[in-house]
């Protein structure tokens, strides 16, 4: 299981937020472009960035945004307002590693299926596509978290899975910067239910105790966020740990 730090944008500014919600902010003192580079130069190759304010159609941070990432030599996971096939293509295209998307996969009944036939020709970019699905009590939510879905949740993975995504990043939303601990349920209820996705953990990391908790089940990644700003869990010790684990990523 390989750990991948996560930088979340919000107005220009690196935050964390308490189960999704705007109001409940938590800002760094620190940029964009500093947070980035002390990833790099402490040894990581992955990183995780979330557009908040993408994820309400807000797109205001993009270029800024953009202009910093392809500066970087790391690879990126990159997520927020990612709502049409040309979007997801040209961010592949422009050497993003891999592109999350949520609320249009679940809104737009036809934007999966046209999303797989895009790029059922194109070597390797389906598996370069990472479905988010947010969850609260079990129901997804959308649009920043703020809107909640009717399709029920494993549904919703079979339907991915036909489509041949199998690459999820779960968030339960009720964990999310709270460092209360991960979603051990949830993840073995998808993983029992659907043993070939490749799960991406996110939500609730604390320590690394979590860490070790979270090794013990086929789980193939983990996002963390606040655990690394409040000192909890050092890079050095992110460094380590996927030393040991890049065949899983």
């Not at 073995?188 to 070790?212: C, F, R």
Request: hydrophobic residues 40%.
């Amino acid at each position: 299981m390989y750990i991948i730090p996560a930088i979340d944008i919000l107005d220009g500014k690196v935050v964390r937020l308490r189960e999704g919600d705007y109001n409940q902010k938590t800002e760094y003192d620190v940029s964009i472009a500093e947070m980035i580079e002390k990833y790099r130069s402490n040894g990581t190759d992955f990183i995780h960035i979330i557009d908040l304010n993408g994820a309400k159609g807000d797109f205001s941070n993009q270029k800024s945004l953009f202009e910093i990432i392809k500066k970087t030599e790391m690879k990126v996971q990159y997520g927020g307002g990612i709502r049409t096939i040309e979007q997801v293509t040209n961010l592949l295209d422009a050497g993003i590693h891999r592109v999350i998307v949520g609320t249009q996969a679940i809104t737009n009944p036809d934007f999966l299926q046209q999303l797989s036939e895009a790029f059922a020709k194109k070597d390797n970019y389906a598996n370069r596509i990472v479905i988010a699905i947010d969850v609260l009590d079990e129901v997804i939510k959308y649009s920043g978290w703020m809107e909640s879905s009717p399709i029920k949740l494993m549904d919703y993975v079979d339907k991915c899975l036909a489509l041949g995504f199998f690459r999820f990043l779960c968030t339960d939303i009720s964990k999310d910067g709270k460092l209360g601990g991960a979603a051990i349920e949830l993840y073995q209820k998808l993983l029992e239910h659907s043993p070939m996705i490749k799960l991406i953990a996110s939500g609730g990391v604390s320590s690394m105790d979590d860490i070790y908790e979270l090794a013990k089940y086929p789980i193939r990644s983990v996002v963390v966020g606040k655990a690394i700003y409040e000192d909890r869990i050092t890079i050095e010790q992110i460094k380590e740990w996927n030393l040991k684990a890049l065949s899983s990523i």
